[in-house]
């Protein structure tokens, strides 16, 4: 099912609007859509309203269920990735398809809290897709995934995702630095000045520079 | 909901920190009837060992789980579990009753080891086995009846508060239940009528978190509560559980973190 969101929709936190829907999109099932912006401009903030953890400013939004993982959000520390699994699934084969993915990503099989920095952020990839996996979650929001991990994680988890768009039933809403795009998606998002607006995913980088700061020539002013 | 149980149960499982409470049991069955005159009267063995491995449960479960309550309900909003559990569909009323499940188990655990260890140790060879496992089972019914509210409002509390402020929240609400009340008892019959009326207020209100106190009856051997007055007294227990879990999951909604 594809959660439409329409134009006009404002985002923030009670009355303040961090940013406003200029043209509508939607997301639909097994696609993948990045969101791009700087810091602060506002894709937390949309992911949250998706989510339903934050009410929408103006506007209203089809109910839907969306799965949001912060960047921040960390599991008992004293429990090890396959033991977190076993919890959250299930089934057998949800926790085998879990654990399967603990082993491609090549996380290790210690304390949670005992793990690198990098090796936690895949471990909580992992739990967010089983939980999606198991709730039968139809979008999953993912704050920076790539963030802090080495390429080979990252390599993985792109062809994973990118295998997955034709499998995986939800659809994958990710939050991405603009000089960071790591494949095509199916559709771009852009949060800046204000406004959040699909733009075409073969936009180049100097075009979305421009859209991202208003300004391309000069870099960004100190006040 | 069953994730959310199954994961802390497990986190606080593999801590370990729950073997102190036991091995403090064990010990207060051991050392007891060191701290009383046995030699002269040998039946102090017995009533000694029972008091103390009950006070010992009720410490343990007054700080200790405690201390657990406000750990977990804390984790959740300083770790942004909150927020994955919260878009995952879990509904905060669920979440919250799948982590106060946990401290009622603990608090099984304490007082149901206790009670066995009583009946095992600490029962007067003048009492039927019988009689006094069912006194020694009501202790543990009412104990846990007696220890859900604190529990109950730490969690909700921690959702507002850090860790340390839920907790001490919950340990002067438990000594206002079990202690405050009798000297507000004190109070209600002085001379001071306007202090009395108020007294009379605050003893209406409650909690008489105290009625869970069994500890006399098991030590001076007083036997079994009556069925009826039994009830009665867990019914309010169990009563003021509800009340004050049903005002705590109200601190537990989920707030937005801007």
Redesign the interface.
């Known amino acids: 099912m594809s959660l439409l969101v329409p134009n006009g929709l404002q985002i923030g936190?009670r009355k303040r609007v961090v940013a406003t829907v200029k043209g509508e999109f939607a997301f639909n099932p097994a696609e993948i859509t990045l969101l791009l912006g700087l810091n602060g401009a506002g894709k937390t903030t949309l992911m949250?309203t998706i989510?339903?953890?934050?009410p929408p400013v103006e506007g209203k939004l089809p109910a839907t269920?969306?799965?949001?993982?912060?960047e921040?959000?960390?599991?008992?520390p004293?429990?090890s990735p396959r033991?977190?699994t076993?919890?959250?699934a299930?089934t057998r084969s949800e926790r085998a398809q879990a654990n399967r993915w603990l082993c491609t990503l090549q996380v290790e099989d210690r304390a949670y809290g005992k793990l690198s920095k990098g090796n936690r952020h895949k471990a909580r990839l992992v739990f967010?897709q089983l939980?999606a996996l198991s709730?039968r979650?139809p979008i999953v929001?993912l704050d920076e995934p790539f963030s802090g991990l080495d390429f080979v994680a990252r390599e993985q988890l792109i062809r994973d995702w990118s295998d997955r768009r034709r499998e995986a039933p939800w659809h994958l809403l990710i939050s991405i630095h603009p000089a960071e795009i790591p494949f095509v998606p199916h559709q771009m998002i852009v949060v800046a000045q204000g406004e959040i607006r699909p733009v075409p995913v073969h936009t180049s980088w100097s075009e979305l520079r421009e859209m991202l700061t208003a300004d391309p020539a000069t870099p960004l002013a100190c006040s | 909901m069953?994730?959310v149980f199954?994961?802390?149960l497990?986190?606080i499982y593999?801590?370990n920190d729950w073997l102190l409470p036991l091995l403090l049991l064990v010990l207060a069955l051991i050392g007891a009837p060191l701290l009383t005159p046995s030699n002269e009267d040998p039946d102090l063995t017995f009533s000694s060992r029972t008091q103390l491995v009950w006070a010992t449960a009720w410490f343990c479960s007054i700080l200790y789980t405690g201390f657990v309550s406000a750990k977990l309900g804390a984790?959740q909003r300083n770790?942004?579990?909150r927020?994955?559990w919260?878009?995952?569909?879990l509904s905060d009323h669920k979440y919250y009753l799948a982590l106060y499940a946990i401290p009622l188990l603990l608090n099984v655990l304490f007082f149901g080891t206790a009670a066995v260890l009583a009946v095992g140790f600490g029962r007067n060879p003048e009492v039927s086995v019988p009689e006094w496992a069912v006194v020694n089972l009501q202790a543990v019914i009412v104990a846990i009846l007696g220890q859900a509210p604190a529990s109950a409002l730490v969690i909700g509390l921690a959702n507002r508060l850090d860790t340390a402020p839920s907790f001490t929240c919950g340990l002067l609400f438990n000594l206002y239940g079990l202690y405050g009340m009798g000297a507000i008892d004190q109070i209600r019959g002085g001379d001071d009528a306007r202090l009395s009326v108020i007294a009379d207020l605050f003893w209406t209100v409650g909690p008489h978190l105290h009625f869970a106190d069994f500890m006399n009856r098991l030590t001076f051997g007083w036997g079994a509560l009556p069925a009826r007055p039994f009830f009665y007294v867990s019914l309010y227990l169990a009563a003021v559980s509800v009340i004050v879990a049903a005002l705590s999951v109200r601190l537990w909604r989920?707030r937005?973190s801007?």
């Open positions: 936190y949250k989510s339903g953890l934050i269920r969306a799965l949001y993982l912060s921040e959000v960390d599991f008992p004293n429990l033991e977190i076993a919890c959250l299930r967010a939980t709730r979650m929001g | 069953k994730s199954q994961l802390h497990r986190q593999r801590e984790f770790k942004g579990l927020e994955f919260r878009s995952s569909g989920y937005t801007r």
